[in-house]
């Protein structure tokens, strides 16, 4: 069972609760690519304009923050060979630049300072953990709280705007109960199309999405209870990584049970360290408690063996994953 909750996870649970279960409970982890991979140096650049005096925040420095961001990250395991040739990551560079143009065309940096960047936001909601990062806090000018998203796709028709603001509600429900100041606007800046959405909200805007995320909660601790994550099947499903082995989309699909009980024995023995790291002594921890006669060591190397396992079993998988 997960401990925390992030907004991201939430929707993806409510989109399909077996890429939920793929990404959260087998851990079978989608690798980074190149939308991804834009959409993080962009941020990335975006939030490292705002450290520029006003009079630098320009697009020609814009443009090299973007640069320098892909050149710290570009030689990682997670993004290398990213790229089959160099004219490709070119012209995926080239792409990245066109979606900073676009948001210099919609919003002044010299003409404000974000109240804070990157922020974690945590808070508990009954026995939720909800957690995650807002991309930026600013205050108008009648000093009220701003929270504001960067998203480098495209926005929908503004007849369809409202859901997508389910998370940063989410955001302004912790902001509120941290700060306790209610936010006053929510703020979507899309970047491939250059467009702003905004929403104003009230108490009864956060009273329903406090309700709506504790129904999820519910749904989530029920289908590990059950061990019953269903797949749905609904417009997101051709860019899904995990389409190849879906049983909507297979009929033999892997089983993927063996996975799941690995990682929850994984997640005890990391706890069991936990209790035994809090003593400075081996020796001081009651003998009679459930890890008395455990040894720290044997621990690790049985968690050392799980794993193998687990990558052994991620392999066979992956392979059906990259087809």
Request: aromatic content about 8%.
């Amino acid at each position: 069972m997960i401990k925390n909750l992030s907004p991201s996870r939430a929707s993806q649970f409510k989109t399909c609760p077996k890429q939920f279960k793929f990404a959260n409970v087998d851990k079978l982890k989608e690798p980074t690519n190149e939308v991804q991979a834009k959409g993080t140096t962009v941020h990335q650049a975006l939030e490292d304009l705002f450290d520029l005096p006003k009079e630098d925040r320009n697009i020609e420095k814009l443009h090299n923050l973007f640069r320098e961001a892909w050149t710290k990250v570009r030689g990682t395991d997670e993004h290398h060979n990213l790229f089959s040739s160099v004219e490709e990551e070119r012209e995926w560079g080239v792409d990245g630049l066109k979606l900073l143009n676009n948001y210099i065309t919609i919003e002044d940096p010299t003409s404000f300072d974000p109240l804070e960047r990157e922020r974690w936001v945590r808070g508990s909601i009954e026995d939720l953990n909800l957690r995650g990062i807002l991309d930026r806090m600013d205050r108008n000018e009648k000093g009220e709280l701003i929270i504001v998203d960067y998203k480098s796709g495209k926005a929908p028709m503004a007849k369809y705007k409202e859901p997508r603001f389910f998370a940063l509600k989410l955001y302004a429900l912790l902001i509120k109960e941290e700060l306790g100041e209610m936010p006053a606007e929510l703020k979507l800046i899309y970047l491939k199309n250059s467009t702003i959405h905004t929403l104003k909200i009230k108490e009864e805007d956060l009273i329903e999405s406090k309700k709506e995320i504790l129904e999820i909660w519910e749904n989530i601790k029920k289908a590990y209870e059950n061990d019953d994550f269903p797949a749905i099947k609904n417009t997101l499903c051709d860019w899904c990584y995990y389409k190849p082995i879906c049983p909507v989309f297979n009929d033999n699909p892997p089983d993927t049970e063996e996975l799941r009980m690995i990682n929850e024995s994984i997640s005890d023995l990391e706890e069991e360290i936990e209790v035994l790291d809090m003593f400075k002594n081996e020796n001081e921890v009651p003998k009679e408690s459930p890890i008395g006669s455990k040894d720290k060591e044997q621990i690790k190397n049985q968690i050392s063996k799980l794993e193998d396992q687990k990558n052994n079993i991620q392999a066979e998988i992956e392979e059906l994953l990259r087809k």
